[in-house]
């Protein structure tokens, strides 16, 4: 699976932007899929997920109420809609998947995740 995050740039704090998360290679709704991020000096960490058909979703608390993840598995696409941003959203957001999984917890950890993608820097100016 090759994945191509695009997306993000500068951004006022209290602004919005959307990323975007190409898939190819493989059978895109046969992968859950989700967004992490990482500043320097800090581990990577998770932003949202959702799930192969879309109806699960997941957020971090820090997050919560201000991003939207969304898929079009026709696209082979995920989206990260994200409001109200806050200087401490800036980072890199990466863009993840691993086949899917049943009846278990969506998975959080980076080292859940098989494939991923390059990156898109985030900075959100105060």
């Known amino acids: 699976v090759q994945l191509q995050a695009s997306g993000g740039g500068l951004v006022q704090a209290g602004g919005s932007t959307r990323l975007s998360c190409a898939a190819s290679?493989?059978?895109?709704?046969?992968?859950?899929m989700a967004w992490f991020r990482q500043v320097p000096g800090k581990e990577r960490e998770i932003v949202a997920g959702?799930?192969?058909?879309?109806?699960?979703?997941y957020y971090a608390d820090s997050v919560k109420g201000r991003f939207t993840i969304s898929r079009d598995n026709a696209k082979n696409t995920m989206y990260l809609q994200m409001n109200s941003l806050k200087p401490e959203d800036t980072a890199v957001y990466y863009c993840?998947?691993?086949?899917?999984?049943?009846?278990?917890?969506?998975?959080?950890?980076?080292?859940?995740?098989?494939?991923w993608g390059q990156g898109t820097q985030v900075t959100v100016s105060s």
């Open positions: 959702i799930g192969w058909s879309g109806k699960n979703t």
């Open positions: 993840a998947t691993v086949p899917r999984a049943f009846n278990r917890a969506f998975r959080t950890l980076p080292a859940e995740y098989d494939y």
């Open positions: 290679g493989r059978t895109f709704s046969s992968y859950d």
